[in-house]
């Protein structure tokens, strides 16, 4: 164990060879009774030594796959979550670049707890932070009808981030962190929330970076829920909200897993004020950005719909085409009836999937070529025997360090690919160039190819597979119409 003096008091946390961990440290109060659905408050301060040797609470949350992953996750479930894991190289001697790690999960599950950053934190002597936000009808339910305290509800989880990044502008320096150089970073709905951030003004001047691994856009508003919901339970809208603020956070949550009651992340215009290409192009946040998708998103999240049929692609097309720049959907179903004529259920969806993660990916980077922020597009293609191939999140091993973790094979997070020598040289590549932009806001200076900067006439993407290489205009014509970009070129 190790104990460090901080501005907040003593912490006390585990000691490991070249780096230590706090756990669970609270950056806001427990949004509990009269606080759930309100925006976090500064937590409580403590007196004498806090312990952060433990794993924090996780959001209520169904559990991951078991297909998907192996081992079990730390931490109990509760609406009790406002906290952060911070992995530092050391506590003191001089101020490190800290990365802020935002995890996925559809923002319905996943956790700070999900894996150890440890590895890459130790190797690039960087800070890295991984926070817990509301998730589901706790986080994202807009309630702004029931009066101004409920303005932005529908934001909350993006809220928790925003006072999870202030506490670090607070009180990294403490734990060996640079508060003036921030990252924020995430995979799948992390990477949603990466650039979800960059459209929110209250997020000003807390990062100064971003990281976005497989991006999903959120929707450009949020539906109505509270009045079917409320008609269901026979009850009104009112006295429905009523209901639902006197149910435990066990019931509540038994009643979003039964399907009872939804939420959906979408720009609100009160935290997030517009979707991530237009705050890019209106400089809400205009900060350097790497992003990019896997070859094979969709072939991992095919499976849990297919057995929905033509039905079921028509409702994920239905709810997804406004975020991939398809409109109605029936452009894209043009799209690909012209990709893969006469393809299968499995091959059309996994290809819906890939455009779902690709097109927010292409239009960013097409933003911040319109107002000169430097981007960088990346192409995750690494061959493995899995079944699933290069899938969604595949590429998270190769991007912090994890094949270093001797426990990666029975810890939480699946590896898909096998750990040999040629996945470590190219985990080495990546996470070197992920590191050198924490540092400087470019990725270039090692030994992988010159990785240009996104422009829109050449579209260049660094693709990964058992070597790195530059491509330019990876996507076709009708995939860039079908995203919703007027200055399509093949």
Same mark, same amino acid.
């Given at each position: 164990?190790?104990?460090?003096?901080?501005?907040?008091?003593? @912490?006390?946390?585990?000691? #490991?060879? *070249? %780096?230590?961990? $706090? +756990?669970? !440290?609270?950056?806001?109060? =427990?949004?509990?009774?009269?606080?759930?659905?309100?925006?976090?408050?500064?937590?409580?301060?403590?007196?004498?030594?806090?312990?952060?040797?433990?794993?924090?609470?996780?959001?209520?949350?169904?559990?991951?796959?078991?297909?998907?992953?192996?081992?079990?996750?730390?931490?109990?479930?509760?609406?009790?979550?406002?906290?952060?894991?911070?992995?530092?190289?050391?506590?003191?001697?001089?101020?490190?670049?800290?990365?802020?790690?935002?995890?996925?999960?559809?923002?319905?599950?996943?956790?700070?707890?999900?894996?150890?950053?440890?590895?890459?934190?130790?190797?690039?002597?960087?800070?890295? @932070?991984?926070?817990?936000? #509301?998730? *589901? %009808?706790?986080? $994202? +339910?807009? !309630?702004?009808?029931?009066? =101004?305290?409920?303005?932005?509800?529908?934001?909350?989880?993006?809220?928790?981030?925003?006072?999870?990044?202030?506490?670090?502008?607070?009180?990294?320096?403490?734990?060996?962190?640079?508060?003036?150089?921030?990252?924020?970073?995430?995979?799948?709905?992390?990477?949603?929330?990466?650039?979800?951030?960059?459209?929110?003004?209250?997020?000003?001047?807390?990062?100064?970076?971003?990281?976005?691994?497989?991006?999903?856009?959120?929707?450009?508003?949020?539906?109505?829920?509270?009045?079917?919901?409320?008609?269901?339970?026979?009850?009104?809208?009112?006295?429905?909200?009523?209901?639902?603020?006197?149910?435990?956070?066990?019931?509540?949550?038994?009643?979003?897993?039964?399907?009872?009651?939804?939420?959906?992340?979408?720009?609100?215009?009160?935290?997030?004020?517009?979707?991530?290409?237009?705050?890019?192009?209106?400089?809400?946040?205009?900060?350097?950005?790497?992003?990019?998708?896997?070859?094979?998103?969709?072939?991992?999240?095919?499976?849990?719909?297919?057995?929905?049929?033509?039905?079921?692609?028509?409702?994920?097309?239905?709810?997804?085409?406004?975020?991939?720049?398809?409109?109605?959907?029936?452009?894209?179903?043009?799209?690909?009836?012209?990709?893969?004529?006469?393809?299968?259920?499995?091959?059309?969806?996994?290809?819906?999937?890939?455009?779902?993660?690709?097109?927010?990916?292409?239009?960013?980077?097409?933003?911040?070529?319109?107002?000169?922020?430097?981007?960088?597009?990346?192409?995750?293609?690494?061959?493995?025997?899995?079944?699933?191939?290069?899938?969604?999140?595949?590429?998270?091993?190769?991007?912090?360090?994890?094949?270093?973790?001797?426990?990666?094979?029975?810890?939480?997070?699946?590896?898909?690919?096998?750990?040999?020598?040629?996945?470590?040289?190219?985990?080495?590549?990546?996470?070197?160039?992920?590191?050198?932009?924490?540092?400087?806001?470019?990725?270039?200076?090692?030994?992988?190819?010159?990785?240009?900067?996104?422009?829109?006439?050449?579209?260049?993407?660094?693709?990964?597979?058992?070597?790195?290489?530059?491509?330019?205009?990876?996507?076709?014509?009708?995939?860039?119409?079908?995203?919703?970009?007027?200055?399509?070129?093949?």
């Amino acid at each position: 164990m190790v104990t460090i003096n901080t501005r907040l008091g003593q @912490v006390r946390g585990i000691d #490991r060879p *070249g %780096s230590m961990s $706090f +756990l669970g !440290l609270p950056y806001a109060a =427990p949004p509990v009774d009269e606080r759930r659905w309100l925006p976090p408050a500064p937590a409580s301060p403590w007196s004498g030594v806090f312990d952060a040797t433990q794993h924090p609470n996780r959001s209520f949350q169904l559990p991951f796959p078991q297909s998907l992953r192996r081992g079990d996750i730390p931490g109990a479930m509760s609406e009790d979550m406002l906290y952060l894991n911070v992995h530092t190289p050391a506590a003191a001697g001089k101020r490190r670049p800290v990365q802020v790690y935002i995890h996925g999960g559809g923002f319905t599950v996943g956790s700070a707890n999900d894996f150890d950053p440890t590895p890459f934190a130790r190797k690039h002597d960087v800070v890295m @932070v991984a926070i817990n936000y #509301r998730l *589901g %009808s706790y986080g $994202f +339910l807009d !309630l702004s009808r029931f009066g =101004p305290d409920y303005v932005g509800s529908g934001s909350l989880g993006f809220q928790d981030q925003i006072a999870a990044l202030r506490w670090v502008a607070e009180n990294i320096a403490d734990y060996g962190g640079d508060p003036d150089n921030v990252t924020i970073s995430g995979v799948s709905a992390g990477a949603g929330s990466v650039i979800a951030l960059m459209g929110a003004p209250s997020a000003k001047g807390l990062f100064h970076k971003a990281i976005a691994f497989s991006p999903g856009e959120i929707a450009p508003s949020a539906p109505d829920f509270i009045t079917p919901f409320a008609a269901a339970f026979g009850m009104s809208e009112v006295g429905f909200f009523d209901h639902l603020r006197g149910l435990s956070g066990e019931d509540l949550f038994k009643l979003q897993s039964e399907g009872s009651m939804a939420a959906v992340t979408a720009v609100d215009g009160t935290v997030v004020v517009s979707p991530c290409h237009d705050a890019i192009r209106n400089r809400v946040n205009p900060v350097p950005l790497i992003i990019g998708a896997c070859i094979d998103e969709g072939t991992m999240l095919t499976p849990a719909v297919e057995e929905a049929g033509l039905e079921g692609l028509a409702q994920i097309l239905a709810g997804i085409a406004v975020t991939i720049g398809a409109g109605n959907g029936d452009r894209y179903m043009r799209f690909l009836d012209t990709l893969i004529p006469g393809g299968s259920l499995r091959e059309r969806m996994t290809r819906l999937w890939y455009d779902y993660f690709r097109s927010p990916t292409v239009r960013a980077a097409d933003a911040c070529a319109a107002i000169g922020m430097p981007a960088w597009v990346y192409s995750f293609e690494v061959p493995t025997e899995h079944q699933y191939g290069p899938t969604h999140a595949s590429d998270m091993p190769f991007s912090f360090n994890l094949f270093d973790d001797e426990e990666v094979e029975e810890g939480a997070m699946l590896a898909f690919h096998p750990n040999n020598a040629v996945n470590r040289r190219l985990m080495d590549l990546w996470t070197d160039c992920f590191a050198r932009f924490m540092r400087t806001g470019d990725p270039n200076g090692g030994d992988l190819p010159n990785w240009p900067i996104y422009a829109a006439d050449t579209r260049p993407t660094m693709v990964l597979r058992d070597r790195a290489f530059v491509v330019g205009n990876l996507d076709s014509e009708a995939a860039l119409l079908a995203y919703g970009l007027g200055h399509a070129r093949g």
